[in-house]
């Protein structure tokens, strides 16, 4: 990735609880648009659903060896009613 020896892909969705839930992601990429947003929470007008495994951020970091994290960045944004 980009050169960065640093980085491990981890395919899940971190969550408050280890699960599965399902990702809704706008239908807009059905049409080669590619979305700027998916949710789990968030109702879109068309969607298809992805089903995808949620995690702890502890438990990820354990599974991945990660001892300690300096700093964290991380997008969220407020559902729109």
């Known amino acids: 990735m980009n050169e960065c020896s640093n980085i491990t892909v981890v395919p899940k969705a971190i969550s408050d609880r280890r ?33 995808v495994e949620t995690d702890t951020l502890d438990s990820v970091l354990e599974e991945v060896g990660v001892g300690s994290v300096d700093i964290l960045k991380s997008m969220l944004k407020e559902p729109r009613d």
């Open 19 to 51: 699960g599965y839930t399902k990702l809704k992601i706008p239908k807009s990429i059905e049409r080669g648009l590619i979305p700027s947003v998916s949710s789990i929470v968030w109702d879109f007008k068309e969607v298809f659903e992805v089903e």
